[in-house]
């Protein structure tokens, strides 16, 4: 199957700091990446849609000043988190899906980067 | 509204029982696929059946059924003979059109499910 990785896997940082989370779809082409974001014991919230090469489609109340998200090429996505305070702390998934001969439009996940802002 | 509703947030099963995990879901999209995703504490999400709007069958993935009635907008989860590995947290979510992979998911709120030996 079609395998996501991410990195780093954790990440502790100071208030104030900025943060990257890497996204890379190891043994595919990903023509869309998502971002989402999910406190301890809830669902998961979608940030942010993705496509190579285009600017990322944010999600309502999601900062995108705040939450810099670049799909430079289709095997990559990054998300930066700027100026990190403490209710940044979260566990960030990432999932990428592309279009091609699988017939349920399948989202890939990552196995999430857990962000913990001091 | 809600498009994805998950009424149960916790579930018990003895081993190697059956479980349901409900689901009900709100779209006008005539067009739309619904999945399962196991989550284990680790915090990986682990696709388990997906069930297409258009799909005449129930899907079947081993031990997992997804028990689809399109009229009542639900796609109940049904795990056979649980196993222990089996608890996790499940989510149930929706994916609204067919545009080749673009469109995105919406999740339900979620079911811990935990099986007692």
Redesign the interface.
Same mark, same amino acid.
């Given at each position: 199957g079609a395998v996501v990785s991410q990195h780093p896997s954790r990440v502790i940082c100071k208030s104030g700091t900025s943060v990257k989370i890497e996204c890379r779809s190891l043994d595919f082409q990903a $023509? $869309?990446m998502?971002w989402y974001r &999910?406190f301890p014991k &809830?669902? @998961?919230? @979608?940030m942010a $849609?993705s496509?190579e090469g285009s600017k990322a489609t944010y999600e309502q109340g999601v900062e995108k000043d705040k939450f810099l998200i670049n799909h430079a090429s289709l095997t990559l996505s990054t998300l930066t988190v700027t100026s990190a305070h403490p209710e940044d702390s979260s566990?960030y998934?990432c999932?990428a +899906?592309? +279009?091609?001969d699988h +017939?349920?439009?399948? &989202?890939?996940?990552g196995?999430?980067t857990?962000l913990t802002v001091l | 509204a809600q498009k994805i509703t998950q009424t149960q947030p916790g579930m018990f099963v003895q081993e190697k029982e059956a479980v349901t995990l409900d689901c009900t879901y709100d779209t006008s999209d005539p067009s739309y696929g619904l999945f399962w995703y196991k989550q284990p504490s680790s915090g990986e999400m682990i696709f388990l059946i997906y069930q297409g709007s258009y799909d005449q069958q129930n899907a079947t993935e081993g031990r997992y059924s997804l028990n689809f009635q399109k009229a009542r907008k639900s796609a109940n989860l049904v795990i056979s003979a649980s196993q222990l590995g089996d608890s996790a947290m499940y989510f149930c979510a929706m994916r609204e059109g067919d545009q080749g992979g673009s469109e995105k998911l919406v999740f339900g709120k979620g079911t811990k499910l935990t099986v007692n030996p």
């Open positions: $023509t $869309t998502f &999910q &809830q669902s @998961l919230m @979608l $849609t496509n566990f998934i999932s +899906s592309y +279009s091609g +017939s349920y439009n399948e &989202q890939f996940f196995p999430g857990r | -």
